[in-house]
């Protein structure tokens, strides 16, 4: 599967082979990562992508390209992850 995206003159492709290899360019950081999530700053938006022994195959920040190797679950642009955050603490609080 492959999908290509641009806006206001800016690409980005991401490519994802059986589930299991996944490449993203437009790659500006990556904020926090672990074997279940990658929570990246893209170009188009911050990316969450969600699997199971998921590690960093290959990033080069410069031409803003990475590579992740393990089980994808999902592939989502989010808000930010503070937010998203910060709103199931208050919604966790409020409903307790």
Known sequence: MEFEH??????????LKNRKNLEITGIKKIESLNSEEFFIHTNL????????QLEMQHLDI??????INGLVYSIEYVESLKKNKNKSSFM?????
Do not use: P
């Not at 641009?6 to 490519?15: C, R």
């Not at 938006?45 to 199971?52: I, T």
């Open 45 to 52: 938006g911050d990316m969450l992508v969600r699997g199971e």
């Open 62 to 67: 410069e031409k803003g390209i990475l590579w």
């Open 92 to 96: 966790g609080k409020l409903f307790k």
């Open 6 to 15: 641009k806006m206001e003159g800016q690409t980005q492709i991401v490519t």
